[in-house]
C-alpha cells in the first residue's frame, strides 16, 4: 500500500469520525450544572429510578416565523431532555395552568417541541399524581414529497455506486 492510499485512509477515517462526532456528541454528557428544587427535583428522581438517562435540563429553543416584513418569535423549553435504550424524549412536567386536552394544544404545544428537539416523543409527567403520558407524532407526507425524497436519495445512492466503480475500475 503506497502513501497515498494510506493518506486516503487516514482522511476517510477522520472524515467518518467528525460525521459520528456531530450527530452523537450532542448526548455525550448530561447538564447538571442546574439546582433543582421541588417538582423538578422530584421529576429528575422519578426519571432516573424508571431507567431514564438524563441528558440536559431546561433546554430552550426558538421559534420564528415571518409574514412578509413582520417576524414572530416564540420560545419552546423542554424541562428535561432525556434517553431511555435507544430512543430519546423531551420531558414537560405538568403545572397548575395545564386545562386538559385538546387538538390545538397538541399541535400548538407538543408537535413544535418534538420538531424542535428532534426527539422520539414527548413525556409528560405529573409528578403530583405520578403519572406520566407519552405524545407521539406520526406525519404522513402526500405522494410527491415521497416519490421526490425517493428519487433524490436514488440519485445520491447510483452517485456513490459510479464514483465506487470508477475508483475499483482504475486499479
Request: proline share 2%; hydrophobic share 45%; no cysteine.
Amino acid at each position: 500500500m503506497g502513501w497515498q492510499q494510506a493518506a486516503a485512509i487516514l482522511i476517510g477515517a477522520a472524515f467518518v469520525l467528525l460525521v459520528l462526532k456531530s450527530m452523537f456528541g450532542q448526548w455525550r454528557q448530561s447538564d447538571n450544572k442546574t439546582p433543582l428544587r421541588g417538582r423538578f427535583s422530584t421529576a429528575k428522581e422519578w426519571l432516573e429510578e424508571n431507567g431514564y438517562k438524563i441528558l440536559k435540563i431546561r433546554q430552550r429553543s426558538e421559534w420564528v416565523g415571518y409574514y412578509d416584513s413582520r417576524e414572530f418569535r416564540k420560545q419552546y423549553i423542554a424541562d428535561f431532555v432525556v434517553k431511555k435504550g435507544a430512543k430519546s424524549y423531551a420531558v414537560k412536567l405538568q403545572s397548575a395552568r395545564d386545562k386538559g386536552l385538546s387538538g390545538q394544544k397538541v399541535r400548538d404545544m407538543w408537535y413544535p417541541l418534538f420538531t424542535a428537539f428532534q426527539v422520539d416523543g414527548i413525556l409528560h409527567l405529573d409528578v403530583d399524581n405520578d403519572k406520566v403520558h407519552l405524545i407521539d407524532f406520526q406525519l404522513k407526507s402526500p405522494g410527491f414529497v415521497r416519490w421526490r425524497t425517493f428519487v433524490n436519495r436514488s440519485l445520491w445512492f447510483l452517485s456513490g455506486m459510479i464514483a465506487a466503480l470508477a475508483l475499483f475500475h482504475a486499479r
